[in-house]
């Protein structure tokens, strides 16, 4: 790898701290080391090269420094989608992020020697109905319909191939890939999906009014359609990323042809990592 870009969380002083000290190591390989302009006035360094365009267009890989809606953050910019990233964990619980403080220097080492795999990851895109602007959206963990501000609770209805699936009267809906299984859907009461998974899609109501809350796991070939019922202005964000209002338009979400490439360190078991990260908050 000759080209590697740091994308750093600005908000946490220990990215800084560690980013200095990956510039050095990759500087003394004779690799050149690419940022963005969120750094800029922020942090300097002789051999940094701040060029957002370059590097989320032809970096080797990006390295991305700080917690999973960094990471989430990191992929929307990317424009090249063979791009691998990993990212290393300053936020709180960290699936995306797996690498921890005291792992970057064999990690960097691992990246360098080609001691690691790719591991693809399934997104899904969005569509607005009536949306005269951007057209599509992509998502790497969910799409979430709310009632935004609002207090009052929606009624929502969605279909699969134009077939009803259920009708929910909830605070919102989680439309969930494999990877964001682990995320606001598992809050919510969904199920953990293997993020390596790219065939299913999780649907979960947020705080439904109703005896039963169940999500529902469907075929990730299906379009789904949602329509939504309210009073009120509804929003739908996408990865936590984006944020729109949809004024009772129909949205539809299908398995995107992109993907996004996640660089897997030997070691980097999900399950472990899953019972070592919810364990440690209990």
């Known amino acids: 790898m000759k080209n590697i870009g740091l994308y750093i969380n600005t908000g946490k002083r220990d990215c800084f701290r560690n980013a200095m000290s990956i510039i050095e190591i990759l ?42 809606g960094t ?31 005291r792992d970057i220097p064999i990690c960097i080492d691992n990246l360098l020697q080609g001691n690691y795999e790719i591991e693809e990851r399934m997104m899904i895109d969005m569509e607005i109905a009536g949306l005269s602007r951007e057209k599509k959206f992509t998502a790497l963990n969910d799409i979430v319909v709310s009632r935004g501000a609002n207090t009052r609770l929606i009624d929502i209805k969605v279909f699969g191939n134009e077939n009803l699936i259920e009708e929910y009267r909830a605070d919102g809906l989680i439309i969930s890939t494999p990877t964001g299984s682990t995320a606001y859907s598992l809050s919510a009461g969904g199920p953990i999906i293997e993020p390596s998974n790219d065939s299913l899609l999780v649907i979960t109501p947020i705080c439904p009014h109703s005896l039963h809350n169940r999500s529902i796991v469907l075929d990730a070939k299906k379009t789904i359609r949602i329509e939504t019922e309210s009073k009120v202005k509804n929003v739908v964000a996408v990865d936590g990323q984006r944020f729109l209002d949809i004024s009772g338009n129909s949205i539809f979400m299908r398995k995107s042809k992109e993907t996004v490439k996640l660089i897997k360190f030997k070691g980097n078991n999900f399950f472990e990592i899953l019972r070592r990260k919810l364990s440690e908050r209990i």
Not at 31 to 50: C, D, F, Q, T
Not at 72 to 89: C, D, H, Y
């Open 27 to 68: 500087n003394n390989k004779g690799v050149k080391v690419l940022s963005a302009e969120n750094i800029r006035g922020l942090m300097e360094h002789p051999g940094l090269v701040i060029d957002e365009k370059l590097m989320f267009n032809s970096a080797d890989c990006i390295i991305v420094l700080g917690g999973d």
């Open 71 to 101: 990471i989430l953050e990191a992929v929307r910019k990317i424009k090249n989608s063979t791009i691998p990233l990993f990212g290393i964990n300053f936020g709180k619980l960290g699936f995306l992020a797996e690498v921890e403080e």
